[in-house]
Nanobody, 123 residues
Framework: QIKLVESGGGLVQSGGSLTLSCAAS????????VAWSRQAPGKEREGISF????????RYADSVKGRFTISRDNDKNMAYLQMNNLKPEDTGVYYC????????????????WGKGTLVTVSS
């Protein structure tokens, strides 16, 4: 059983940047997919990015493309989401998830999800 803990959320002004971290309780080398999703107030949960095991493939939702970058370090048990040029509509709770096979952006069926970290972007 693996545990994921997100961190790095907080309050930031529009146009600012944040880096979210996802710390796993063991190595991520056995997990083909790491994904990030978010849920804005009053909206459905949205899949925003994923990355494959050896970091050769990444995908992004149109809403974050060009502004967010996903990465992972399997040996350090870490994954990240670098968020630049943040907008008020980026406000929400951000979650990381992992699973042992490939992924279609937006899928919710992961082996494990973290509990999330809150990002608030002010105007």
């Amino acid at each position: 059983q693996i545990k994921l803990v997100e961190s790095g959320g907080g309050l930031v002004q529009s146009g600012g940047s944040l880096t979210l971290s996802c710390a796993a309780s063991m190595s991520l080398i056995d997990y083909d997919t790491v994904a990030w999703s978010r849920q804005a107030p009053g909206k459905e949960r949205e899949g925003i990015s994923f990355i494959n095991r050896i970091s050769t493939e990444t995908r992004y939702a149109d809403s974050v493309k060009g502004r967010f970058t996903i990465s992972r370090d399997n040996d350090k048990n870490m994954a990240y989401l670098q968020m630049n040029n943040l907008k008020p509509e980026d406000t929400g709770v951000y979650y990381c998830g992992i699973r042992k096979f490939d992924y279609i952006l937006g899928e919710k069926d992961m082996d494990w999800w973290g509990k999330g970290t809150l990002v608030t972007v002010s105007s």
